[in-house]
Structures are given as structure tokens and as C-alpha cells.
């Protein structure tokens, strides 16, 4: 079966970076530069980008485009024969699903949300009022159920239509209306009467407030950013590798996706923080500030019902653009690994994901009783600690194995020739010792780190 190919370079950067920009990011990250000191902390992220997430995901992408195969086989292609580097495709594989459990739900939300901002069902509600909307949502198995079914059979309609009529051009089309949407917001907010204290707080570096929370947790969640927000580590990049050619260099690629990523990341912060400042909201973090927040932010705002739409349909951009391109590499695994045709992937991946991604949506209702880490958690959350603390790390350290070793993974030698293959920025030989040693220390640490976050608060 001959393989399919994207039709071009932009094409590969906007499906990319859709899969980079997701909902996490986008509400997480205003917060997290907030509380560590606006504009300093940017500066710290960014150097971790650099240092410790470039090359990562530059490692991602090369074991895709070498191997010309998704995760279910390109471990086998490269590899030496005799070592079994192939077991992690399973693993890599079970975070796709496992991902799609309750991010679908998730996108579902987004989808509810956009529905009611635009029908005005926020109108001339208090904070009260919002805060229980979002309340009557969650404990609605109906409606939970319904969008997150929604978004499913949307996504999996989408990669249906094929690689390059499908996948890529639907998201080209989102990614693009999603930069416009961001820009327009941010335009917007920043320009209300009364957004300079925002931006001051968002913008003006404050290294007395980022030494406040304690160099250790701002290494912490400075590393932590640049990680997460790249979604490396269980194939979900290496799969648009395998699609692209040899014209340009994987190192120069991956720096316009993560620096794209960070821009939508950055310009979410001019929309929310302003505007939280403006209208005497506290910019939280997690799915309360999008929520049960920023509708009262919407509501206090002139033409407030219009920008609260545009706010969700851009969110629903970023929830749908990880969607997809999270399925397209759930439909390779059995395109690769089995030979089956695109449209069988697509008819049983969409069943099996329906069904996998029902106890997330009714863990906030019928199933509510189940609180796997402890009282007040959810489905939702023991999913998304299997991913964020275990499979992400554990897999990003699989695939910097992989690169750095000669013997007895792909090797040193064999990563270089494929990420600097092709026009554009080079990705320095020189690195070797601090990506064999220096990168595996850092990824473990946040592994650590991320247990004793959750279970030694």
C-alpha cells in the first residue's frame, strides 16, 4: 500500500501545531506565567523550550519520517535486530486511546459552551447562575454523552475524507481561522478601557513574585510547560514525520511549530488576563476559569454575547485540531499494523473510542462515585494521569534513548542524517553528550516530580 503524503510544508506545520495547541495549554498557560511572574517566567519557559523540548520532538519526528510509519511499526524498521524498542508501540498506542478518552468529553464541553454563548443563555446571569449552568452540564449524562459522541464521529468524518483532502485541508481551514480568532480577541482585550493593569501583571517581568513561588517550582512548571505543551512522547508527532519529505530540515520545522504553539499559548494570556483584571475576576487555572469564569467576563463586556462566541469558537478549533490529529495516528496504528484500509480504521476506531470515552463522560454524573486518587477526583483525572505523568515522560525518554544510542538503539549517527537532511536550521552534533545524559536526568525528574506533586501535596 503505497503511503499517502501531505501536499505541503504549511500543511505539516498547521497539522502539527494543531496537535501541539491544545485546551490545557491554552487555559493553563495565562495562569501558570501569572503566579510566576509574568513576563520572567516567559523567559525561563522559553529556554527550556529550547534546550529540552526542541530536541525532543525533533527526535519524534525523525523516527517518523525515517521509518515512513506510524508508531506501530517505525520502532521496528529502525531498530537492531534483536532489541525489542517495538513493545513501546503498544504503550505509545494505549495514550493515544487513553487521551481521546476524555479529551473528547472535553471537546464536547467546548462544543456545549459555544451553543450557549451563542443562543445568550449566559445573559443577565450572575456569577451564581454560570457556575451552576456549568453544574446542570456536568451532571447531565444526556448531554455530556451526546456532545462527546459528537465530536468523536466529527473527528473521525474529518481523517474519513483521507490524509491530504481530510486531515489536512479541514485543518488548515481551523488553524487558520483560529489565528484570526486570537488575534481579533486579543486585539480586543487588550484595547478595554482599564487592560493595562492586566498587561502590566502579564507582561512586566517581576522576578521578586517568581522567587516568591520558590526557584524549585519554577523549574518545575517552567520544564513542565515546555514538555506538555509539544505533546511528545507516544507518537502523536512522529506519525506527520512519516507523511512529509526530505526537503526541509526536522530541527527548523519543529522550531515554527513550537514557536506557532507558544504564540497561541501567549496571545491566550492578552484575552484572559486583561480582561480577569478589567472586571475583578481572578485569573484561575483548570476548566473553572473557561467555565464558570470568563462568561461573567463576557457578560460585564460591550458586545459581550459576540466575543464570548468567537472566545468559544476558537476553543473548539483548539479542542477539534488535537482531535484529529490524535486520530489520524490511531487509524495509522491499524493501517500499519494490520493493512487495513482507511475507512475500516476510521469505522472501528470510531466504535471503539464511543465506547472507551463513556466512563469519562458519565464519571461526572452516573458514575461520580468513582474517585480513583482520592476524594474529589474523577475518571477524567486518573485518565489524565496515566498520560500527563507516566506515558508523556516515559515515552519522550523511549525516544532520546532511541537517538542517542549507537549500540543498541537507532543511534546518534542514523538521528543526525534525518533531522538535518533537507533546507533550513541544523540540529548541532555537538549536543550528543547533553542529550544522552542531561535530557534523560531532566525528563525523570518531571516524572518524579509529578508523583509528588499529586500524591505528597
Known sequence: MQ???????????????????????????????????????????????????LPIMTMEFGVGRASRRSIATSFNELEPKGTK????????????YLLMMFYTTVTGW?????????????????????S???????????MLVGFMFFAVALGFLICSMGLEKGVEKVTKVMMTALLVIIVVLAIRSVTLPGASEGLKYYLVPDFKRMMEQGIGNVIFDALGQAFFTLSIGMGSMAIFGSYISRDRSLFG??????????????????IIIPSCFIYNVEPGAGPGLIFQTLPNVFNAMPGGR????????????????????VFEN?????????????KKSCLINFIAISILSLPCALGFNVLSFIQPLGEGTG?????????????????????????????YGWGWKNFLEEANAGKGAKFSSKLRLYAKYVIPVIIIYIWVQGYISMFFK
Open 3 to 53: 503511503r499517502e503524503k501531505l501536499s505541503s510544508r504549511i500543511g505539516f506545520i498547521l497539522i502539527s501545531a494543531g496537535c501541539a495547541i491544545g485546551l490545557g495549554n491554552v487555559w493553563r498557560f495565562p495562569y501558570i506565567v501569572g503566579k510566576n511572574g509574568g513576563a520572567a517566567f516567559i523567559l525561563v519557559y522559553l529556554i527550556f523550550l529550547v534546550i529540552f523540548g
Open 85 to 96: 524498542w517495538h513493545w513501546y508501540s503498544w504503550v505509545g498506542m494505549a495514550g493515544n
Open 110 to 130: 467546548m462544543f456545549a459552551y459555544l451553543i450557549k454563548m451563542a443562543k445568550g443563555d449566559f445573559v443577565g446571569c450572575d456569577s451564581v447562575a454560570v
Open 132 to 142: 451552576g449552568q456549568f453544574g446542570e452540564m456536568l451532571g447531565n449524562p444526556t
Open 253 to 270: 520545522e519543529t522550531v515554527s511549530i513550537a514557536l506557532l504553539d507558544t504564540l497561541v499559548a501567549f496571545s491566550a494570556g492578552l
Open 306 to 325: 459576540i466575543w464570548g462566541t468567537l472566545f468559544f469558537l476558537f476553543m473548539v478549533f483548539a479542542a477539534l485540531s488535537t482531535v484529529v490529529a
Open 330 to 342: 490511531i487509524i495509522a496504528f491499524g493501517m500499519d499494523k494490520w493493512g487495513w484500509s482507511r
Open 379 to 407: 475518571i477524567l483525572d486518573l485518565e489524565d494521569f496515566i498520560i500527563s505523568n507516566n506515558i508523556l515522560p516515559l515515552g519522550s525518554l523511549v525516544y532520546v534513548l532511541f537517538c542517542c544510542s549507537d549500540k
